[in-house]
């Protein structure tokens, strides 16, 4: 299983066995403190045994926890700590965890093992029971380095995915494999298998004595979270840079913060090939190169690198992805850009990799949810000025803020009409989806959507609060982390998905957000000096991997050999809707491929018709 694994962890590998019970563990080391790593561990006089894949982000107030001298703490790695803590707390030690981890704890007197992992999943963790044995492993490829392990895709896990359903339950992409959720620990023992939820955010407001006191308090979130990430990262660190708000404070923050001992950031923008001169769409622009330039030019030690998707062949590296990430990547085109990312990081030699992906639901959420908790509160006052200020400075029209505020609340009839009269279409699953027309009736979709709380169409939600714990508890990204790091050797950190940071965030009264017109108005006085005004105010978002078109085709004859092979394979034929791709393929556009009809079709629905059919391939052994 180890070895199955190596990819994972080249710099060591080791284990322990006692009768039935085997723990290995093999090392990426990433952590100054790894150097003193020694798993598996043992701990409470040799009751409990730990393997864990884990960075810790508060070992000073673990330490004076523990009771542990700064010499004592200073030779341990981050699982001695969290052994430390369960040692002492057991269960009760989750509220006292800050950082990226998965473990597995096996207890001699209890008889049970406990597998968990961190409130958003930004370490992975599997595992199968059987009849008579239990396995778990980071990544499936570890569990089927075992014969009695079933090889074959989970068909209801990805029709959960081609209906872009939250990834809840433990469900993984494997047949007869389980995945431990985001935030949740597992206990398996002789009565049996439960999982139960270590993590979910409280919902509460704080006050603070002024708007620029809020602004403060995010700027110190977000920079503790940022340190807490540069560790072992020897004053050199790479960032993903866009022409928005999230990257580019992740970004600025870093360069501060390594700017006092001569550090220094390499901030990473993708950006259409050379000679790309498509129009920007509504609302988006599609070189997002100069923004990001003038975010990095306001501080002196990042290094500015475009980077261009213009190879490989789209479809070329598939297979690799599917080794490396063991699921369906969801979005192909932004694949694409990123890998390209990852080989400019590594050919550089850099290691640690910042990312803002939950940064819209934390440190720049927009605050537009807050019309429609306005209305169903009855303010209609305060509704109506919210409204008039961001129809005065041009962020909505007042079809678009009625939509907004009165959607949720609306009839579901209702909210249709409204939307296909003001606010373009009324999008059904169908319209961006490949899945089977049969398969959706037989899975019953949409009775399911309904119970996890989406809807066809989307509409906002009533709740502001719930909307953003349910967007960040929507995707589960161990998988492509841990491809990432196995693939480029390339440990990617998301400071915006910190938990502190988070429960920040959350707690911070909706006013806050939007105000005066200015969705995300926190951000922009958070970030004033730091971010140029032109990314704190713009009203266009960048459209990453905006020469994706090119790209797919260029390499249409490869798109053909994957769909001519779906057609001989029988769970592709089962979930897809392979005559509405074909027809897709068989009718190319001529222009227009950002537009909403165009990009909904190929950018969505048939590039991720092409990932999930390749991952069924793949993932049935078959030869088609």
Known sequence: MLSAQAIYGPHGADSWADGGIALGRALFRSLSGDRFDRQPLSGAGDRLRLVADVRLDNRDELAEALGLDGAAARTMADAQFLLGAWERWEERAFDRLVGDYAFAIWDAAARHLVLARDPLGMRPLHYHRAANFVAFASMPKGLHALPEVPYAPDEATVTDLLALLPEAGPGSYFAGISRVEPGHFVTI??????????????????????????????????????????????????????????????????????????????????????GYEEPDPDGRFCDEGPLAAATAALQPNVAHVLVRTDKPALF???????????????????????????????????????????????????????????????????????????????????????????????????????????????????????????????????????ACGVSFPYRPQRDPWQTRVSVLQRVDPGNYLKGVLGGWQLDIRDPTADRRLIEFCLSVPAEQYLQGGQPAALAARAFAGRLPPAVLEGRRRGLQGADWHVALTEDRAGLRRELARFAELPAARRLLDLARIGELEQNWPAGDWNGSDVSAAYRILLLRATSIGHFLRKASASNA
């Not at 403060?216 to 807490?228: G, H, K, T």
């Not at 990430?229 to 004053?235: S, V």
């Not at 970004?251 to 901030?267: E, H």
């Not at 959607?407 to 999008?427: C, E, H, K, Q, V």
Request: hydrophobic residues 40%; contains cysteine; glycine residues 10%.
């Open 189 to 274: 023992g002789a009565g049996g298998t439960k999982a139960r939820r270590h993590w979910q955010p409280v919902r509460t407001t704080f006050k603070l004595a002024s708007s620029e006191a809020y602004a403060e308090a995010l700027r110190d979130q977000l920079d503790r979270a940022v340190a807490a990430r540069l560790r072992g990262a020897d004053g050199r660190i790479a960032s993903h840079l866009s022409g928005g708000r999230d990257s580019g404070a992740v970004t600025a923050a870093a360069a501060r913060l390594l700017a006092p001992s001569g550090g220094t950031v390499t901030a990473f923008t993708s950006v259409p090939r050379e």
């Open 316 to 450: 070329e590296s598939l297979d690799r992805d599917f080794y490396l990430f063991e699921r369906p990547i969801l979005n192909l085109c932004n694949q694409h850009w990123a890998s390209a990312i990852n080989d400019a990081a590594r050919e550089r030699g850099l290691t640690i990799l910042l990312s803002g992906q939950m940064g819209n639901m934390t440190i720049s959420y927009s605050g537009m949810e807050w019309l429609a908790q306005l209305a169903g509160q009855g303010r209609w006052l305060r509704l109506m000025r919210e409204s008039r200020a961001l129809v005065r400075v041009g962020r909505t029209s007042w079809p678009r803020a009625a939509l907004t505020s009165l959607g949720p609340w609306l009839p579901m009839p209702m909210w249709r009409l409204l939307r296909r009269t003001f606010g373009g279409s009324a999008d059904d699953l169908a319209s961006f989806s490949a899945i089977n027309p049969h398969q959706r009736s037989l899975s019953q979709i949409d009775a399911r959507a309904r």
